[in-house]
């Protein structure tokens, strides 16, 4: 595990940049976000110049506050929610320091943290006025949570989270949760999960054995995640987070192997390329994630995600907020979503074909217009996709010799 003085040793050293707001001599220890009027650590205010003030395409989805660098990325000066004000500086800690705005390693564990933390969440338990796991970042406090077998690879995320709850002083079920809306987003086709904030500490170490395996029966599975509350039809979307997913315990001799050729984005090829009995060089395909393409009770639900970019996360989005949720009470939580930077839209980075359009958003308000196209995923414009990442991190990085 690394320890916290590595870490930012690591972050400085790897990029050579500062993160915006966040003291350099300790990246995940940023002090708490000043008040709006202070101007304060948050994005957008007081921070490094940012060149080009127009958004390329790519970047939409209005989260919150406008910024005034017309960045993308509400700025504390605008918070409309007191409660939420410390969470800017915290916002840009996470996005900034740990995934520097990238769909990087860190922000692929931290989606997957999200799960492990909420996937122990059982209503039987529940009934059973048992302990219980949940959305109560009960992985960032019980150092032998993370050390179970089924949370390998998700050390270094939490090592990276845990200390950003203490320096701001606050929930490590809120730290958690956001981080995963954050590394959600920071992945380009993501969408905006709504954040929410006032967790308690958790009650108890999460259970054992409530994690599902990818080489149990698709009945257990489901069961499984019925006892977590959700439909077959709200796994099927949410499993789409392996979209941007890498194994590498399931088979060590494959380690990095992504779940599909497009790791980097958020987007439906998971969909297809499972679906489909060849598997793509440099890929991995979980016993489970083929087993429900293939299984009669949900391949319909599986495969209709499939060239569905908007239908899929607007599905992915509400099932994710849903687990973010679990255990909690959402009248005791406050929305901070205002927090949140806008998703990059990745249809509108879509390679143009003669035939009109990226073609491939289909349905659901995403784009897709001529309906008569085969369902096929779009090609992403790789030029542009960079464009549209290089604008969306650049409000937290300051190249070091400027
Ligand atoms: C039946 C349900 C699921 C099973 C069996 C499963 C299993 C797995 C396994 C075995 C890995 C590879 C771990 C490794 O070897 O490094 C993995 C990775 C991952 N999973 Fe799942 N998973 C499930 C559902 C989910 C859900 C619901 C989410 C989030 C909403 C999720 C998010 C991820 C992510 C993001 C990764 C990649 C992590 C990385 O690349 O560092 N998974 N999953």
């Not at 709850?165 to 981080?179: E, I, R």
């Not at 497009?262 to 016993?287: C, H, Q, S």
């Amino acid at each position: 595990m690394l320890s916290f003085s590595m870490v930012s040793l690591l972050a400085t050293l790897l990029l050579g940049i500062s993160v915006q707001g966040i003291p350099q001599a300790a990246v995940p220890s940023a002090t708490p976000s000043a008040a709006p009027a202070s101007g304060g650590p948050s994005g957008g205010g007081g921070g490094p110049p940012i060149t080009g003030g127009g958004k390329p395409p790519g970047t939409g989805n209005p989260a919150g506050g406008e910024s005034p660098s017309g960045s993308g990325i509400p700025n504390v000066q605008n918070a409309t929610n007191a409660q939420c004000v410390p969470w800017y500086g915290i916002r840009d800690a996470i996005m900034g320091g740990l995934f520097q705005g990238r769909c990087g390693a860190n922000a692929r564990a931290a989606i997957r943290l999200a799960f492990h933390d909420a996937g122990t969440f059982s209503l039987a338990l529940q009934a059973e006025a048992l302990p219980n796991g949940g959305a109560d970042g009960s992985m960032l406090v019980d150092p032998n949570e993370v050390l179970r077998s089924e949370n390998n690879g998700l050390q270094t995320i939490v090592s990276l989270l845990q200390p950003i709850t203490a320096q701001f002083g606050v929930s490590p079920g809120d730290v958690l949760h956001l981080a995963g809306v954050l590394g959600v987003l920071a992945c380009p086709g993501g969408p905006l999960i709504n954040a929410f904030i006032g967790r308690a500490p958790p009650a108890n170490i999460a259970p054992m054995g409530l994690l599902p395996d990818p080489n149990s029966p698709i009945d257990v599975l489901l069961a499984r995640f019925a006892d977590m509350g959700f439909s077959s039809r709200e796994l099927m979307a949410l499993l789409g987070a392996h979209s941007t997913g890498t194994q590498s315990f399931v088979d060590p001799a494959q380690a990095n192997a992504s779940f599909d050729t497009t790791v980097d984005i958020w987007d439906t090829r998971f969909y297809t390329e499972t679906a489909d009995a060849t598997v793509l060089p440099g890929t991995f395909k979980l016993n489970s994630d083929v087993n429900f393409a293939g299984n009669a009770t949900t391949s319909a639900d599986f495969s209709r995600f499939i060239g569905k970019q908007a239908i899929w996360t607007s599905e992915y989005a509400a099932a994710h907020l849903k687990m973010s949720l679990l255990g909690q009470s959402v009248d005791d939580l406050t929305d901070c979503t205002e927090i949140l930077p806008e998703s990059i839209d990745i249809l509108s980075l879509a390679v143009t074909t003669s035939t009109g359009g990226g073609g491939g958003g289909g349905g659901g308000g995403g784009g897709g217009s001529n309906s008569n196209k085969p369902v096929t995923d779009p090609t992403i414009d790789p030029v542009k996709l960079e464009a549209a990442i290089e604008q969306f991190r650049s409000i937290w990085l300051v190249p070091a010799t400027t």
